[in-house]
């Protein structure tokens, strides 16, 4: 699986949008990327994901770069129920469709 | 519409002792399903998955196993618990034949302190 790369953690104030990068530079051609997030003490939710193409959903959109190489979760108005550790990963296609999780970024929105 | 459950959601355990966690999941058929344990500060780590019934896959050498007795049941387990068996274990099942667009969702998770 290819590896990802994100910051430890990120600030936001409430509101303002948060823009969350992941660096994976080993990604394959059929390689998806996804994202998660996970609030304190919860299972890992999911957010969103694609293989080439943005795309957007009610909770974010992803932007991922044409070489692929890097993607940005972007939560657009940003809320204090937003503060989680977000995860980035690029998803083995296989049969079993393993998901690898990093250490991820913890985000943390502020007043 | 889909739901996972898993319980207990906390269980206090001495070292030694036995352990089993249960993760069913309703409104879905044959799906793929996954147990994942986080230790405490730490990431997910993948420990077992299962693409069908008596089929189980071990990601890692530990001193758990792993069991699917029915098509959407999913039983992680222990005969001799180990203090660093600790941490936070989160059953997910996927939706089976997939492709790469489909996700794995997580259940809310059971939190198991070995004293």
């Known amino acids: 699986d290819a590896k990802t790369t994100q910051p430890t953690s990120m600030d936001c104030a409430e509101g303002r949008a948060a823009n969350l990068p992941c660096n994976h530079s080993t990604i394959s051609g059929n390689e998806y990327v996804y994202w998660y997030r996970q609030i304190h003490s919860q299972g890992p939710q999911y957010i969103i994901h694609?293989?080439?193409n943005n795309e957007t959903n009610e909770m974010a959109s992803l932007i991922i770069t044409e070489d692929r190489k890097s993607s940005t979760l972007i939560l657009p108005h940003a809320t204090l129920r937003d503060t989680a550790v977000y995860y980035c990963?690029?998803?083995?296609?296989?049969?079993?469709?393993?998901?690898?999780f990093g250490t991820g970024t913890r985000l943390q929105v502020t007043l | 519409s889909q739901t996972i459950h898993q319980w207990p959601a906390t269980l206090v355990q001495p070292v030694g002792s036995p352990l089993s966690l249960e993760c069913t999941v309703e409104g879905t058929s044959n799906p793929n399903l996954y147990w994942y344990r986080q230790a405490a500060g730490r990431g997910l780590q993948l420990l077992f998955y299962?693409?069908?019934?008596?089929?189980i896959s071990s990601e890692v050498p530990q001193n758990l196993s792993a069991s699917r007795p029915q098509d959407r049941q999913f039983i992680l387990s222990s005969k001799k618990l180990l203090l660093s068996d600790s941490g936070f274990y989160l059953c997910?099942?996927?939706?089976?034949?997939?492709?790469?667009?489909?996700?794995?969702?997580f259940g809310p998770g059971t939190r198991l302190t070995v004293l």
């Open positions: 694609g293989l080439k």
């Open positions: 990963i690029v998803r083995d296609t296989g049969t079993a469709s393993k998901l690898t």
């Open positions: 997910a099942w996927r939706r089976r034949p997939g492709n790469g667009r489909d996700t794995q969702y």
């Open positions: 299962s693409v069908g019934i008596g089929q």
